[in-house]
């Protein structure tokens, strides 16, 4: 929000609180008065702009206010390695596969590297190929003209063409249809496609990114996934090493999670207690950057007190100590059906992953279209099913 020195900058900010409006506020004025820049900043503004405004100043300072969002934050010389490699091929036009565990960070260093390469000035477009069904992504990537199938009431821009002269990203590539997969060979050999309907092929000028949380050579030996297709989009490969391969990096991130969620939910700041610290640091991660954020905006909300002790994380058992009882468990199986055995256990990693598809896909150890395929029949069924960003934490 830019609001100018004429109104009660620090009255904005307080108000944006209590209504718990997490944006950030850039006070701006001609500068006579800089006693008032002054106290607009004490006052909760994150940046002053003097005007008349100066177009590459703007650029920068907006950037400094609203890019915390997808700020990078490496602290383990693991992760380090991963970003300085990043940085190294950011500002060439070949194309790059992130590889990575869900959870891990893959869209963030996307951003990264469109933030330092020589498209940086134009638009970062995120397609999450997992999350659109196979049937509507081919109009997604490509757009469509109007009446080119049913409901198709207006031409519609596809997020190639809404990339054009930016970045486009395929988040996991992997779970693309492969019959879909050749027409996106065919836009990224040729730089031009053809939207649905359409009587002329469009030129594209498009850098394409991509991440998977899956072994894509395994998956081309399967017939799953197109092997041209795979080299093409694999011109440099960048691995993202899980969070537990980076633990140096656990304290920083959760600070800045705690410090996010503070904001959000209208809290005071509480730093991570050496014990919380020690307990986060000594837990296996299965899901990552992602499960790290979840279980510290719960703490957020649990903690009491001055800083957020252990009491307020709640984690599952770290994998390592996970033991099957006989007795409690093989035995309690005994006389029911595979099918109600399947279904509990989706129906409870669905409910320690807070209802996150993608999450609990991975940790099963099946596509998310196999694990969307069974939760539509279960609450054909009836069941409860946890909804999305949801559920019950473990």
Sequence with gaps: MLCDLAHDVGAVVRALAKERIAVPVVACGTGDDAEAAARAIREGAREFLPLPPDPDLIAAILEAAAGESHAMIVRDPAMQEAVRRAEQVAASEASVLIVGDTGTGKEVLARHIHRRSRRSGGPFIALNCSAIPDNLLESELFGHEKGAFSGAIARRIGKFEAADGGTLLLDEISEMDIRLQAKLLRAVQEREIDRLGGSAPVRINVRILATTNRDLPAEVQR??????????????????????????????????????????????????????????????????????????????????????GIAAIELGPPAATVQVSTVGGI??????????????????????????????????GISIRALRNKLRDYTAQGVMVPPPAAGVAA
């Excluded at 035995?331 to 598809?357: A, C, F, P, W, Y």
């Design 223 to 308: 017939g799953t996934f197109r092997e041209d297709l795979y080299f093409r989009l694999n011109v440099v490969s960048l691995r993202i090493p899980s969070l537990r391969e980076r633990p140096g990096d656990i304290a920083a991130l959760g600070d800045h999670f705690a410090r996010r969620y503070a904001d959000v939910n209208g809290l005071p700041f509480r730093p991570l207690s050496r014990e919380a610290l020690l307990r986060l640091t000594s837990h296996h991660w299965r899901g990552n950057v992602r499960e790290l954020e979840n279980a510290i905006h719960r703490a957020v909300l649990l903690a009491d007190g001055a800083e957020i």
């Design 331 to 364: 035995t309690s199986l005994v006389g029911r059906k595979m099918q109600e055995v399947e279904r509990d256990l989706i129906i409870e990693t669905l409910g320690h992953t807070l209802g996150n598809r993608t999450h609990a896909a991975t940790i099963l």
